[in-house]
């Protein structure tokens, strides 16, 4: 996916880039979600490694922000329940 514009139409970015995002596309096989330990893995490896971007981040416009900005990094429940549930599946 690609976002365009000019920079006064990407309010309320606060990045010279534009940013896009979307919605999760779940499968199913055989009535069963897929499960696969090394997709929740690459989920929790950037967490890690966004955790790490932010915290040398300068542009924090206030400490609630920045603080809101971790706790969601801190939501990991999510993927490390899809490998609990991955264990001993071959999805």
């Known amino acids: 996916m690609r976002a365009e514009g000019s920079p006064k139409e990407r309010y309320a970015l606060d990045a010279r880039y534009a940013q896009a995002f979307t919605n999760p596309v779940w499968f199913t096989v055989e009535d069963a979600p897929i499960r696969d330990p090394a997709s929740a893995d690459y ?49």
Do not use: K
């Open 43 to 91: 989920g929790l490896e950037w967490i890690e490694e966004l955790t790490a971007m932010a915290r040398g981040w300068p542009g924090w416009r206030s400490e609630e922000e920045r603080r809101a900005v971790f706790d969601q990094f801190g939501q990991t429940a999510a993927y490390e329940r899809l490998n609990v549930e991955a264990e001993g599946t071959s999805r």
